[in-house]
């Protein structure tokens, strides 16, 4: 009982809930502070949300790779950029005992011919030896037995709107025939892989099939080497033993490295990473400002109060402990709000941009976290007349 007296003391001081009542006092003033923290909670969990769905997107085609070690040429920036290394590299690395296979990707975008409407776009292609198990994916290792034949693609369903509505046309005939780099082909079938900063939409194919629409694509070049251990070895230590028997002129990463060194691309190389920091920077900087007046002016008008109970013993943590109080109720009060906005703003991205957008636990409590800090440090910011404040002058 006595460490519950003493909460109750604490929040409810004279047994009177103080941080309340001086909110609610104000109506106006109190709502309008509810609203500053709710937009600044949304835009704080919508930007969050749409790094992770952004980073997501990027990674989504290295996520869908069964690799355990990937193999780049040494001017590799990101997916589908960079001149490749020499296949003799992917031969070479059968002097390693765990390697259960090594295989080849050969990337590059090229015209696609809208199914619509004729019109020709740019798409991300991605060839392989669909004989190995190249993609964790099941649509696409269902798919795979069908680019043997020459001339077959499949198209990625979660692709941009500008290539025409290929699942429609693809559900009504099966088969369906459009132009790839100016050259017929079909598409066999529809999988999901989803649009990059890089590329609108993607399309999967044999090596056969992308030598006959790029004939003058160098064949002993590829782009990405993906290699698959055999079971029970640890890839960083066969990823160690492969640099020391292949030359220099390939950089070797497990798929977690990979995986990394692409969003690091984005994140550091790119504008995107800084603005999406800089819109959160942005939204705390407005809330922290919204609370920060909404206190000060509270505090202000009640400084003849605070001077007759400093007057008569209370210190200055007294204070502060109120003011921190209606912090606290202001973030919760807010945050409430705010991420029913974002949850909102998450479903609308998801729907109208196929954007991968999640509200999960770990970004509201990092938004939570930073919407504490923010009210709190306003709150104290606020407090600063009143601590300097001698009762003498007040009265």
């Excluded at 649509?139 to 500008?162: H, M, P, T, V, Y």
């Excluded at 957008?357 to 407090?383: D, K, P, Q």
Aim: glycine letters at 8%.
């Amino acid at each position: 009982m006595s460490i519950f007296s003493g909460l109750t003391e604490r929040v409810m001081p004279l047994g009177i809930p103080l941080a309340w009542l001086q909110l609610v006092g104000e109506r106006k003033r109190f709502y309008a502070a509810i609203a500053g923290i709710t937009f600044a909670v949304a835009m704080m969990l919508f930007q969050v949300g749409l790094k992770g769905a952004l980073f997501r997107q990027v990674i989504a085609p290295i996520s869908l790779l069964n690799a355990d070690l990937i193999i780049v040429g040494p001017n590799y920036e990101y997916f589908g950029v960079g001149r490749g290394f020499a296949s003799v590299r992917l031969n070479q690395a059968y002097a390693l005992d765990s390697l259960l296979y090594a295989t080849p990707l050969k990337l590059g975008t090229m015209s696609f011919k809208n199914v619509e409407t004729g019109m020709e776009r740019d798409i991300f292609a991605i060839a392989f030896d669909p004989s190995k198990k190249v993609f964790l994916s099941g649509d696409i290792n269902a798919g795979a037995s069908a680019l043997k034949k020459r001339g077959s693609i499949l198209f990625d369903r979660l692709s941009r709107e500008q290539y025409g509505d290929v699942p429609k046309a693809f559900k009504s005939s099966k088969t369906l025939i459009t132009e790839l780099g100016g050259k017929r082909t079909t598409i066999e079938g529809l999988v999901e892989i989803g649009a990059t900063f890089a590329a609108d939409g993607n399309v999967l194919m044999s090596i056969p099939t992308l030598n006959e629409i790029w004939p003058n694509m160098p064949s002993g070049v590829v782009n990405v080497g993906v290699l698959k251990l055999k079971s029970g070895f640890n890839p960083k230590l066969e990823a160690q033993k492969l640099a020391k028997i292949l030359p220099k002129d390939v950089s070797i990463f497990t798929k977690d490295e990979f995986i990394k060194n692409e969003k690091d691309y984005w994140a550091k190389r790119t504008p995107i990473g800084f603005v999406i920091s800089a819109s959160m920077a942005v939204a705390i900087l407005v809330g922290a400002i919204i609370v920060y007046q909404i206190l000060y002016t509270d505090v202000t008008d009640h400084i003849p109060e605070y001077a007759t109970l400093k007057a008569i013993g209370f210190d200055d943590k007294f204070f502060v402990g109120i003011v921190l109080q209606e912090s606290f109720i202001l973030s919760v009060l807010g945050f409430i709000p705010g991420t029913v906005i974002a949850a909102g703003l998450y479903w609308l991205t998801r729907e109208v941009g196929n954007m991968p957008t999640r509200l999960n636990f770990e970004n509201i409590l990092i938004v939570f976290s930073l919407t504490l800090f923010m009210c709190a440090a306003a709150g104290l910011l606020a407090t600063r007349r009143l601590r300097s404040a001698n009762p003498a002058d007040i009265f």
